[in-house]
């Protein structure tokens, strides 16, 4: 499920934003983005690590990760971040064994969405939900400082 949300009072970021060409516009956004994202990620690493079975040596948290969405980006152009698990679907060993640090970890959704047998323990959405007002201000302040960085 994608959350969506809405800037609302970023006036003096948008002027700025319609006085730099669209090239500088996009790198600057793109920075910004990736920077107020790295909030996210270390929440749900947070998140996660209390949940990791210490008997294994393969952690979700080693695996959460900031993506850029390049094939969506090459398609419509516009910038894209995804925060997710990187894991693997397919060729996943019968039995899925502990393959150790940054091992595959394809249960992730178990604990995140929950089963008809065991309740959600979401890590993901709860760093979203407790960070948003934090990823916005750093987004508008790291937006501000590149387009400052531009226009000199």
Request: net charge positive; charged share 30%; no cysteine.
């Given at each position: 499920m994608?959350?969506?949300f ?11 934003l319609r006085l ?22 270390r929440a749900a ?10 008997e294994?040596?393969r952690r ?5 990760q ?5 094939k ?22 019968k ?5 150790g640090?940054?091992?595959n ?5 178990l ?21 948003v007002?934090p ?10 400082r590149e ?6």
């Open positions: 994608m959350e969506k809405s800037l609302v009072g970023f006036d003096k970021v948008r002027a700025k730099v060409k669209d090239e500088i516009r996009g790198k600057a956004t793109r920075s910004a983005l990736r920077r107020a994202s790295g909030i996210l990620v690493k947070e998140n996660v690590q209390q949940l990791d079975d210490p294994t040596g979700i948290a080693d695996n959460v900031l993506q850029f969405g390049s969506v980006y090459a398609q419509t152009g516009k910038h894209l971040y995804r925060i997710g698990v990187g894991t693997r679907w397919q060729g996943v060993a039995g899925n064994p502990d393959t640090p940054r091992g970890t394809p249960h992730w959704h604990l995140e969405y929950g089963t008809k047998r065991s309740r959600e323990k979401s890590f993901m959405r709860r760093a979203l939900r407790n960070n007002n990823v916005i201000t750093r987004f508008e302040r790291e937006l501000n387009l400052d960085k531009a226009l000199k």
